[in-house]
């Protein structure tokens, strides 16, 4: 008797484990397909480009001078808009007001992120020492915003920018921060 | 204790730091006397109900924001966008109903089994505190995605919280976190809801199972002491097995259910529009018991009942002092038992079954027949968006009156004659490509299925009763809500074409309106008095003629009476709007904004243009006779040739060059020619418009559930056509853009 109350008790148990363990990936999964939304593939491409933000008129940048600028830049937060802003570094070498190509300091217009690529600090400029200095770790990047000393991998980050009937549009960019390579945040 | 274990005890890494095989044997190996029952599984489900609950919350508060302004719209992107949102919500909602059905089926059975009586009084005592835990969950629940439901539905819950005598103004002011319900309600709310009565129920259920287990399941009381422990067995796995089965069996209906049903969202939340409160269908029996207690006695219906109900179910094992479980042996137990489910049970049928709303929710009624044959159009997702979108200028009612003082160019959707002076298409257009300044384009705002919603949505309300609060119409006169501003052939366009004709002659409506006037005949303006002529307008007149007193002040009435007057020549033509150069719709300005970038030829923004070209033109020279739907039906009688453009056979029958000689060189006798007045390209925009009112080039293959799927599949079709047509055409040339 004690026996036959084991073996089917041992085939119960195993059903009662089998049920719960049903049960609890039932829930599990849309649960985790829930919370895991951020991840899937289709969320991070469609994260579309940033459009470009009027930053005023060229002439209103005075020639060869590190300016900061704020841009606006409407985001997609979910279920509302949200206005953020960010700043960055524009320069205008020369009187012209024909654009480079977006770039580290080609002369005419230079447009860097003030994100420092370290670990994402904002970056100041220092005009007594001509140089761009990270306040978190000591970054330091020369006039043109290239790497010279302390921690940050690589120089500071370019954004596009384009010249619109004397207006400059600068385009929004995030970069991933401590790595070498200048790769465009996605996730 | 005896213990049946199946495996030889791991005595090893695990045992020695934890000792878990002892906590196996307390929670899984718990002897059960009269061995596992499936009635005894019922505990343990709503136990799992409301840890789906949790999940299902914790889930929903990841995206939820609860404050006035961010609660509506967090919900409506829960519902909208978030992949599974609209399902974990949905679960959300109908377990909460599925809970409370659960925990009266757990009440019902432990009442039966007698498992209150000594010495688990107090275990039941805490039951019923957890009772009204869930009540409470579900009413602070209820308040959060703050739509219209919900704000009212807490309202009227306040108010009848206060009727408690002496602290019921001080404990609605406790929970409304304010004098007024407002944004610290909703925040109250979410935190009681979230936390504090989540927290307090899990103390209360850790707190009822530690009871449960001290005294062990209630026995059967058709077994013998002796039967009870012959049949005793563990927990495990018998008992957990058939909890297990019924949890399983719960959440397979509850998915299946809200994968069916969605979570309903109302309009937000507006203190100034009326809505018929309702609570929850757990509710209603109080609700509606509430109705037999009138003036002083209402604090009976408020407070005494429920208070009285509560005590007594609360007490009732002190109540109930008979040694008997058996519920053969408890007449008056089980009579209370069956008179109160009954009871409660009925009057929830009935309050739901007898619900007479005074005004439908944003439903609109269907309207006479007149100008569209339509049976009920509106669905109440669309409502939903229009009242999100639209009615903040256009009003709920879609009358747009309280903001034509500061835009006194809003159409009226419930004017009858503005319906009938747009087509289907021109009112899509007009969504898509706004009004600027005035309007806003809705195309990067709504998605092209919505605004196809929301055109059909503005059809109805022609005969508009669409929960609009009886708003007290102006009495004076020079307070009606239209602009002065607009020109007579505007007001003329409007409100008087539909039927009056653009010459004033009234050929189209007079087969349905004998006695309409005819403007041009000189017998007529004799005839007639400046003054009789304005109180006609006013008034309106006769069977068919519609008071204007509402839409035209006493200025613009003035205005018309010259103008009718000047019809007499004979010679006027109310087509004199130029196609109307389209405000830039892409301005610079400072970018505050996103715009898109400006490439060379911007394709949305000329076929627009076309699009809203087409569509002047269409209503201007071809409407009147040809109808907003292209049938020509109102001119038949008075045209038998007049075609149908959305006869299949005509459409396939007649090429484009065909149209274009129509549209340019007049046809037959009746249709004038329009060369000069249109030119070659807007020509072929015009039979691009014309095209696009044909059928869909497939027969549906079935039938569209009702009214309002066939015109939106119609509208879809016809737009689709439009945009398509226009896209095949060669780009216009440079100078017709800029007219």
Sequence with gaps: MRNAKISRRGYLSFLADVLIAVIAILVAIPALGYVLTPLRRSSRTKSKETPFSDAGLLADYPAGQWRLVTLEIVQEDGWRKTRVRHSVWVRRLEASPVASAPGEGAGGITVLSAICPHLGCPVNWHPDQSQFICPCHGGVFSSDGRHSSGPPPRNMDPLEFEIREGRLWIRWEDFKIGVAERIPVTV | ?739
């Design chain 2, 1 to 739: 204790m005896e213990s049946h274990e199946e495996q030889p005890p791991r005595a090893g890494f695990w045992e020695e730091r934890t000792g878990w095989t002892m906590l196996k044997q307390v929670l899984f190996l718990e002897p059960l006397t009269g061995g596992s029952r499936w009635a005894a599984a019922f505990g343990s489900l709503l136990l799992f109900a409301f840890l789906l609950q949790v999940v299902t919350g914790i889930l929903l508060t990841m995206s939820y924001a609860p404050s006035v302004e961010t609660a509506w719209p967090s919900v409506k992107y829960i519902q909208e966008d978030v992949p599974l949102g609209s399902f974990i919500r949905a679960l959300h909602h109908w377990g909460s109903s599925a809970m409370v059905l659960l925990l009266l089926v757990h009440l019902i059975q432990v009442f039966v089994w007698g498992a209150y009586k000594k010495p688990r009084e107090l275990t039941w005592m805490i039951g019923v505190l957890l009772l009204f835990c869930t009540l409470g969950l579900a009413f602070t629940g209820y308040l959060l995605p703050w739509d219209q439901k919900a704000y009212w539905a807490t309202k009227v819950g306040l108010g009848i919280i206060s009727t408690t005598p002496g602290i019921g103004d001080g404990l609605r002011a406790l929970l409304q976190g304010g004098p007024t319900m407002g944004n610290l309600t909703l925040t109250r709310f979410f935190s009681i809801h979230a936390f504090l009565l989540p927290g307090l129920l899990i103390l209360l259920v850790i707190v009822h199972l530690y009871l449960f287990r001290r005294h062990g399941v209630t026995p059967s009381w058709w077994q013998s002491a002796e039967q009870l422990k012959a049949t005793e067995e563990p927990f495990w796995p018998k008992q957990l097995l058939k909890d297990g089965v019924l949890a399983l069996v719960f959440l397979m209906g509850l998915g299946w259910w809200a994968n069916h049903f969605a979570a309903p969202l109302e309009a937000q939340a507006d203190p100034s529009q009326a809505f018929e409160a309702r609570p929850e269908w757990y509710f209603m029996f109080l609700f509606r018991l509430l109705r037999y207690f009138e003036g002083p006695y209402e604090i009976v219906g408020t407070f005494v009942l429920p208070a009285l109900f509560f005590l007594i179910l609360f007490f009732w094992p002190f109540l109930d002092r008979s040694p008997h479980r058996d519920p053969r042996r408890r007449p008056l137990a089980m009579t209370l038992l069956a008179g109160g489910t009954i009871g409660l049970v009925g009057l929830t049928i009935f309050a739901v079954a007898t619900d007479v709303r005074m005004k439908e929710p944003v439903q609109a009624q269907a309207p006479s027949p007149k100008p569209e044959p339509a049976g009920p159009i509106q669905r109440a997702d669309v409502a939903k968006i229009y009242n999100g979108a639209c009615a903040a200028c256009h009003g709920v009612d879609g009358s747009g009156q309280q903001i034509r003082k500061g835009m006194p160019t809003i159409p009226d959707f419930t004017s009858l004659a503005w319906q009938m002076s747009q087509t289907d298409l021109e009112i899509n257009h007009r969504i898509i490509d706004g009004n600027e300044p005035l309007m806003p384009a809705y195309r990067d705002k709504l998605s092209q299925p919505q605004i196809l919603a929301l055109s059909v949505y503005v059809r109805a309300f022609a005969v508009g009763l669409i929960e609009a609060p009886p708003s007290p119409k102006p009495a004076p006169p020079s307070q009606a809500p239209v602009a002065a501003q607009m020109a007579s052939p505007q007001i003329y366009r409007t409100y008087c074409l539909a039927c009056h004709d653009a010459d004033g002659r009234g050929q189209t409506a007079r087969k349905a309106m004998p006695e309409l006037p005819d403007f041009t005949l000189e017998k007529w303006q004799l005839a007639h008095t400046d003054p009789e002529i304005k109180k006609s307008i006013l008034q309106g007149k006769g069977k068919f003629m519609l008071a204007m007193k509402d839409k035209l002040s006493e200025a613009d009435t003035d205005q018309m009476v010259a103008f009718v007057r000047s019809f007499r020549t004979g010679k006027q033509l109310i087509l004199v709007q130029p196609p109307s150069s389209p405000t830039e719709h892409f301005p610079a300005q400072p970018a505050v904004v996103p715009i898109p970038k400006v490439s060379p030829a911007p394709e949305p923004a000329e076929l627009a243009t076309r699009t809203r070209a087409a569509t002047a033109l269409y209503r201007q020279y071809c409407l009147i006779c040809h109808g907003t739907t292209g049938s020509g039906s109102d001119m038949r009688a008075a045209m038998p040739n007049i075609p149908d453009f959305t006869d299949r056979s005509w459409q396939t029958a007649t090429g484009t060059p065909q149209l274009l000689n129509s549209i340019l060189d007049g046809k037959g006798t009746l249709m004038p020619a329009f060369r000069g007045r249109v030119n070659e390209d807007q020509a072929r925009d015009l039979a691009a418009y014309i095209r696009a009112f044909g059928p869909p080039p497939t027969a549906p293959s079935e039938l569209p559930a009702n009214d309002f799927e066939r015109r939106f599949r119609e509208l879809q079709n016809q737009w689709n056509e439009l945009q398509k047509q226009l896209k095949a055409l060669p780009p216009p040339a440079k100078s017709s853009r800029s007219q």
